[in-house]
Structures are given as structure tokens and as C-alpha cells.
């Protein structure tokens, strides 16, 4: 068994720099193509006007810049997570077996209804009053084309913060604290690291699930999947306009909440029932 390497705080910001490295690159290479046209044009070049055009092309783009961000950060991600997968071998963390297939119908089930009642207890909270930037964001978001919308928010960009949050930091934080401190400070970092209120609490949420479901299965592939879907739900409920539907008379948005809430519990519930049976067996 080889020594434990010292892991510090570089390693664990180390995604972050990546990520707003890489980010950085693909906006100012975004910005020069945006403004492009208007270079063209010729004349004299209003700088205000110039960048007011730009930012509001750029917004507009939002969904896409982001993705195109997550798609360049995947490969990066992927290698950084396959060092520490090869780290835990060296050190003796033995690699969990395979759940059978049927076992994740559960993490589907658990990421529509947590993602629809979570959205409707902040929306009757009237949380969105307290974040300036919540409304401006996610307008931007779905003002992209939809089938960009569904492959960029809902495959692409989760992704790659799965990759960054359980993945890496998570695993990073696990190897320096006890697993229960690393779970609620990889949920607590990827709440932040939104931006802003609404969506710092609806991540903080959503993350902790999500890196429950990663230690719980044992595989990325089990958070990402649930990321994936609760990312879908919310981009194809926009798209159709349930959430219009839903907030349209008060009586439903109470009963859908309390339905989804309960179905949300089940769910959970059910996964935790199903290890502990497959637990049961194995002894």
C-alpha cells in the first residue's frame, strides 16, 4: 500500500480554476466572434452601443456559451477524476461492485419530483425576491434554442459538474474528513458556486441528494443520471408550460407540491430499503 498523499486546499479549488479558466477562453472568443459584425460595419465605433449589442447577443447565447464551456471542461474533468480513481486503488479503497440496472429507475423517479416540488417551495417562498440576478439568469437560459437547451442543460452541463462536484471535489474532500463533512461541504460548495439565492439553496438541496446518490451507488453514473433528469424536467416543464399550469391556480400549486413532496420521500425511501435489503443478503 503506498504512502496517502497530502491533499490541500490547491487541490480542491483546483476544478474551479479549471473550470473558470477554461470559461474565461470561450467567452472572450465568443465575445470576438459577436463582434464581428459590427466591426464590419466600419465607421466609427461607439463603445457603449458596441458593448450593449455585444452583452445582449451574448445573454442571448447564454445556454450555448455554457455548454460549449462543460464540453471543453469534460475531458479535463475526466482525467483529473481518473488520477484520484487510480489513487484510491494505490492506497487500498477497494472499487464498489456494479447495481443492477433496475435500481436506478428509482434515481428518475426521485430527481422529477424533487425537482417540481423543490421548484414550487421556493417559488411560495418567494425566495427569487431576494436574488437580483435569479430572474435575469434564468431567463437567459431558456431564451436559447430548445433542442440546445435540452442537450447543452439537460446532458452536457451536468455532466460536467458531476464530474467536478462528486467527482473530484467531493472524492478529494472524503479523503481528508469524515464522509458526512464532505458530503455537506461539496453540497454547501456547489450551492455557491450558482451565484446566486434561489439557485444556491435549490443546489445546496439538489446537491446533497446527488452526492448521496453517488456514495449510495457508488458510481458516477447514478448521480449524473439523476442530475441529467432533474436538469430535463425543468427545461422540458418550461418548454410545455407546466410550471405556468401549475402556478396558475393556487389550490394546485399546493397539491402538486404536497404530491410531489410525499412521491419525493417514497422514492427516497425506497432506495435506502433497497440497499439495505441487497445489504442483508450479502451477510
Not at 472499487?95 to 421556493?122: D, F, H, M, Q, S
Not at 427569487?128 to 439537460?154: C, M, P, R, V, W
Not at 467531493?170 to 469524515?178: A, E, G, H, P, T
Not at 425506497?270 to 443478503?281: H, P
Amino acid at each position: 500500500m503506498e504512502k496517502k498523499r497530502r491533499i490541500g486546499v490547491f487541490a480542491i479549488i483546483s476544478p474551479f480554476l479549471v473550470y473558470y479558466a477554461v470559461s474565461l477562453v470561450v467567452e472572450i472568443i465568443a465575445s470576438l466572434i459577436i463582434m464581428i459584425p459590427e466591426i464590419q460595419k466600419g465607421g466609427v465605433i461607439n463603445v457603449e452601443e458596441t458593448t450593449a449589442a455585444v452583452m445582449k447577443v451574448f445573454m442571448s447565447h447564454l445556454t450555448l456559451i455554457t455548454s460549449v464551456v462543460a464540453l471543453c471542461v469534460i475531458p479535463l474533468f475526466w482525467l483529473m477524476y481518473r488520477k484520484d480513481t487510480k489513487y484510491e486503488k494505490e492506497i487500498g479503497i477497494a472499487e464498489r461492485e456494479r447495481v443492477p440496472i433496475l435500481k436506478y429507475a428509482v434515481i428518475i423517479g426521485l430527481g422529477i419530483t424533487a425537482c417540481i416540488g423543490l421548484n414550487n417551495l421556493l417559488v411560495l417562498g418567494n425566495v427569487a425576491a431576494y436574488s437580483g440576478t435569479y430572474e435575469e439568469t434564468t431567463a437567459a437560459l431558456y431564451k436559447e434554442n430548445f433542442l440546445i437547451q435540452l442537450i447543452g442543460l439537460g446532458l452536457v452541463v451536468p455532466i460536467a459538474e458531476e464530474f467536478m462536484f462528486r467527482g473530484i471535489i467531493y472524492k478529494r474532500l472524503s479523503f481528508i474528513m469524515k464522509r458526512e463533512k464532505a458530503m455537506l461541504f461539496s453540497a454547501l460548495m456547489f450551492g455557491l458556486y450558482h451565484g446566486n439565492l434561489v439557485q444556491a439553496i435549490y443546489g445546496f438541496v439538489l446537491g446533497y441528494l446527488a452526492v448521496y446518490i453517488y456514495e449510495k451507488y457508488g458510481s458516477l453514473k447514478a448521480s449524473i443520471l439523476f442530475h441529467t433528469v432533474i436538469n430535463l424536467t425543468s427545461v422540458i416543464g418550461t418548454e410545455c408550460g407546466m410550471y405556468t399550469w401549475i402556478f396558475g391556480n393556487v389550490i394546485r400549486v399546493g397539491i402538486v407540491t404536497v404530491i410531489c413532496g410525499a412521491a419525493a420521500s417514497s422514492f427516497f425511501v425506497l432506495m435506502q430499503k433497497l440497499f439495505k435489503k441487497e445489504a442483508k443478503t450479502e451477510t
